[in-house]
């Protein structure tokens, strides 16, 4: 879907060692987020754990992001991913929190608890600890479910503080929605 492994200055995943994308970044990408809706007909529901509902809130900042933006599901423990979106004990229990499994199940829960056209799923550890040599800090989990039935995850190791992996992290799930 969606390669990089940190996030650069125009809002676009870009190679580590790059800042992060600021504010004015996201906001423009975020902008033609909205854009791509609204022309494409759609509305979107985010389920975010690592990003703590940043994504969304770079959607509601634009004007008019109720035409295409739905809801967002903020599960950062693994009780609120099962209550709010049945993702599964079996699925958090054998892959854990950050994984494709539980993405995947996180973005079809966005999707059916909402009734929207397509969802995106954001899990990962954001540091600074919590990691550990198979699941470093800085690896991310992306999802993006249709109402078509198309699912798709992809994996992202980002680099540099909590704040430049969570930056990075937004910069990506909005272009996970762009991708459609």
Same mark, same amino acid.
């Given at each position: ?5 940190? !996030? ?6 870009? &190679?580590?060692?790059?800042? &992060? &994308? ?41 004007? !008019? ?6 809801? !967002? ?13 049945? %993702?599964?004990?079996? #699925? ?14 996180? +973005? ?7 009734? %929207?056209?397509?969802? %995106? ?6 540091? &600074? ?10 690896? %991310? ?6 109402? +078509?039935?198309?699912?798709?995850? #992809? ?26």
């Amino acid at each position: 879907m969606v390669s990089g492994d940190s !996030g650069n200055g125009d809002g676009t995943p870009a &190679p580590a060692g790059l800042p &992060p &994308p600021d504010d004015a970044a996201l906001h423009r990408l975020a902008l033609a987020v909205g854009e791509a809706l609204l022309a494409r007909r759609q509305r979107v529901a985010l389920a975010e754990s690592c990003t703590g509902g940043w994504v969304a809130k770079c959607l509601t900042d634009i004007a !008019g992001s109720s035409r295409w933006f739905e809801r !967002g599901f903020v599960t950062y423990s693994n009780e609120a991913k099962q209550q709010s979106l049945a %993702v599964t004990p079996e #699925v958090l229990d054998r892959f854990g929190a950050v994984s494709r499994q539980t993405a995947e199940q996180m +973005a079809r829960g966005a999707l059916e608890h909402s009734g %929207v056209d397509i969802s %995106v799923a954001v899990t990962g550890i954001a540091g &600074p600890d919590g990691g550990t040599p198979g699941k470093p800090v800085g690896l %991310v989990w992306f999802a993006r479910a249709e109402r +078509a039935g198309r699912i798709g995850s #992809v994996e992202h190791r980002f680099t540099g503080s909590r704040e430049d992996i969570r930056r990075a992290a937004v910069a990506t799930a909005l272009l996970l929605i762009l991708s459609g």
